[in-house]
């Protein structure tokens, strides 16, 4: 039977981003990279960092050399293979750290003994004694794992892991390397192990699981339901193939379901949204959307219903507070399928307070930008509204725009606007399409403002982005006013900014005649 847990049970979190989760393809962070983020989880409470493959390389060792020297806190590990020159390069570059530790492994599976090792099962137990007692003479804390071991007979895994511990080893680590077992064979395994091997009592037993099926995290809490005390995991779960069990989801398991799951790992959960982005930003990793506790809809809510519930009460639709894993907020993400209420909450969250009439106005303008765009988001949200407030008061209003452009010159606009309640349409030429618009407006209000900038960017990401175009203009005298406009299509948008700000020179009393056209 499993020992009851008691609240006071401490879970070890033993971080491996910095070598399994390099050695993800395309995943190559630089010695900087390597520091800042060692940095990192130092500060975050992990309580082992794994540094790298010293081995490997000299630019691996230097990193792992170099965080040794500086990590003031947790442990810093060095693996190396069962190979006497392995670990004795790795004992040097984790000699100078406050808590050095070796981490040497070795397959035990029949698959790896035949195929890879070409090694009997005496001969690997006769490396096992060899080995790590050659890593417990360099440093005090040495981790001993059996690679592929749930793919290993459990009489094979139990000798193994008696003549390591024998020899020396501290921490006993059973990966599920190839992401094999189901939460209840992990279980069963470390409950086994830990039952038969006489001297289990001197060990910490680790969990290592690696994410082919889709189980690493399950398979982690259940290794730790089986007596384990130490998970392996990487930040956003990164590492071979479908990668390693995601710390951020493990440490958040616990916390949130401490009911059934009575352990502490000392994380700090606020920052793991931090350090989620720093590993993203070094790897060029992005992550995925509905990832667990970090992904960018992790916190966000698009359904009516959801919507309606978050705004009731927070807990109907999440578990967990944004806070606690270092979010700033729950986003309500606005939708076609959004109603009033949560647009004006929504407004209201961001610092607005419309009137009725302006409020309805921002409404109707919002679902038909909902309507054209599939993702609607608070910077969409407040250029739409900042835009709606601007020009309200408006001399000059865009009523349509229709543009031909492409290679086939010239390009050409046909412009409509409102000029103190009177329509205008009038037709131009440019160099381009936006010149076209341009000059389509000038002539419908005569003015002489020069224009000195003309500025374009992505409100968010997406084709469908709203573009937000910036335009200066200036008039004799120095005086020069800066317009924005922000819709999907950019032309349209390009023609609001300069309306913008061709209404501020109006405003100011500059020489622009928007009656002239209009009579």
């Given at each position: 039977?499993?020992?009851?847990?008691?609240?006071?049970?401490?879970?070890?979190?033993?971080?491996?981003?910095?070598?399994?989760?390099?050695?993800?393809?395309?995943?190559?962070?630089?010695?900087?990279?390597?520091?800042?983020?060692?940095?990192?989880?130092?500060?975050?409470?992990?309580?082992?960092?794994?540094?790298?493959?010293?081995?490997?390389?000299?630019?691996?060792?230097?990193?792992?050399?170099?965080?040794?020297?500086?990590?003031?806190?947790?442990?810093?590990?060095?693996?190396?293979?069962?190979?006497?020159?392995?670990?004795?390069?790795?004992?040097?570059?984790?000699?100078?750290?406050?808590?050095?530790?070796?981490?040497?492994?070795?397959?035990?599976?029949?698959?790896?003994?035949?195929?890879?090792?070409?090694?009997?099962?005496?001969?690997?137990?006769?490396?096992?004694?060899?080995?790590?007692?050659?890593?417990?003479?360099?440093?005090?804390?040495?981790?001993?794992?059996?690679?592929?071991?749930?793919?290993?007979?459990?009489?094979?895994?139990?000798?193994?892991?008696?003549?390591?511990?024998?020899?020396?080893?501290?921490?006993?680590?059973?990966?599920?390397?190839?992401?094999?077992?189901?939460?209840?064979?992990?279980?069963?395994?470390?409950?086994?192990?830990?039952?038969?091997?006489?001297n289990a009592d001197k060990a910490i037993f680790s969990v290592h699981c690696h994410n082919d099926l889709g189980l690493a995290v399950a398979n982690s809490l259940a290794g730790i339901a089986g007596g384990a005390r130490q998970v392996e995991c990487t930040i956003n779960g990164i590492g071979e193939r479908a990668g390693n069990a995601?710390?951020?989801?493990?440490?958040?398991?616990?916390?949130?379901?401490?009911?059934?799951?009575?352990?502490?790992?000392?994380?700090?959960?606020?920052?793991?949204?931090?350090?989620?982005?720093?590993?993203?930003?070094?790897?060029?990793?992005?992550?995925?959307?509905?990832?667990?506790?970090?992904?960018?809809?992790?916190?966000?809510?698009?359904?009516?219903?959801?919507?309606?519930?978050?705004?009731?009460?927070?807990?109907?639709?999440?578990?967990?507070?944004?806070?606690?894993?270092?979010?700033?907020?729950?986003?309500?993400?606005?939708?076609?399928?959004?109603?009033?209420?949560?647009?004006?909450?929504?407004?209201?969250?961001?610092?607005?307070?419309?009137?009725?009439?302006?409020?309805?106005?921002?409404?109707?303008?919002?679902?038909?930008?909902?309507?054209?765009?599939?993702?609607?988001?608070?910077?969409?949200?407040?250029?739409?509204?900042?835009?709606?407030?601007?020009?309200?008061?408006?001399?000059?209003?865009?009523?349509?725009?229709?543009?031909?452009?492409?290679?086939?010159?010239?390009?050409?606009?046909?412009?409509?606007?409102?000029?103190?309640?009177?329509?205008?349409?009038?037709?131009?030429?440019?160099?381009?399409?936006?010149?076209?618009?341009?000059?389509?407006?000038?002539?419908?209000?005569?003015?002489?403002?020069?224009?000195?900038?003309?500025?374009?960017?992505a409100v968010t990401e997406g084709t469908d982005a709203q573009a937000e175009v910036s335009v200066r203009l200036s008039v004799e005298g120095g005086s020069s006013v800066t317009g924005r406009g922000a819709?999907?299509?950019?032309?349209?948008?390009?023609?609001?900014?300069?309306?913008?700000?061709?209404?501020?020179?109006?405003?100011?009393?500059?020489?622009?005649?928007?009656?002239?056209?209009?009579?």
């Open positions: 039977m499993t020992n009851a847990a008691n609240p006071k049970d401490r879970v070890l979190i033993f971080d491996t981003t910095l070598r399994d989760g390099e050695q993800c393809p395309g995943a190559t962070m630089t010695f900087e990279e390597k520091l800042e983020i060692a940095d990192f989880l130092d500060a975050m409470g992990v309580d082992i960092i794994e540094a790298g493959f010293p081995i490997a390389s000299d630019g691996d060792f230097e990193a792992v050399s170099e965080i040794a020297r500086r990590i003031k806190r947790a442990s810093v590990a060095g693996l190396a293979r069962a190979i006497s020159a392995d670990i004795a390069r790795a004992g040097e570059a984790v000699r100078h750290a406050v808590k050095p530790r070796i981490h040497t492994f070795v397959s035990t599976s029949p698959i790896h003994l035949a195929h890879q090792m070409r090694k009997t099962e005496d001969e690997v137990i006769e490396i096992i004694t060899k080995t790590v007692a050659q890593a417990r003479n360099l440093v005090e804390d040495v981790e001993w794992s059996a690679m592929d071991a749930t793919r290993t007979p459990i009489d094979y895994l139990c000798r193994a892991t008696e003549a390591a511990i024998k020899a020396g080893a501290t921490t006993i680590n059973l990966p599920d390397t190839v992401g094999y077992a189901t939460p209840d064979e992990y279980r069963e395994m470390f409950r086994a192990v830990r039952e038969r091997v006489p995601a710390l951020e989801e493990v440490v958040m398991a616990l916390r949130v379901r401490g009911d059934v799951l009575p352990y502490d790992t000392g994380i700090d959960s606020t920052l793991l949204m931090r350090a989620s982005k720093a590993v993203s930003t070094a790897c060029s990793f992005p992550v995925q959307y509905n990832k667990a506790i970090v992904g960018r809809n992790a916190f966000a809510h698009e359904s009516g219903i959801h919507q309606d519930g978050m705004l009731k009460h927070q807990q109907t639709y999440e578990i967990m507070t944004p806070a606690s894993v270092g979010v700033t907020k729950t986003s309500l993400v606005m939708g076609k399928h959004s109603g009033r209420a949560a647009f004006r909450s929504k407004l209201k969250e961001m610092g607005y307070d419309l009137g009725d009439n302006q409020l309805e106005d921002a409404f109707t303008r919002f679902k038909a930008l909902a309507d054209r765009k599939k993702h609607v988001y608070d910077e969409d949200i407040e250029a739409l509204v900042d835009e709606n407030i601007a020009s309200a008061h408006d001399r000059v209003k865009l009523v349509s725009l229709t543009v031909i452009a492409g290679t086939r010159g010239p390009q050409r606009a046909t412009l409509k606007l409102d000029v103190d309640g009177r329509v205008s349409t009038e037709e131009a030429e440019g160099n381009g399409p936006v010149d076209a618009v341009f000059n389509a407006i000038k002539a419908i209000v005569p003015h002489e403002a020069v224009l000195e900038l003309y500025q374009v960017h819709d999907p299509d950019t032309l349209v948008s390009s023609a609001k900014a300069y309306l913008t700000a061709l209404n501020k020179l109006i405003a100011r009393g500059a020489r622009v005649h928007p009656q002239a056209a209009a009579e």
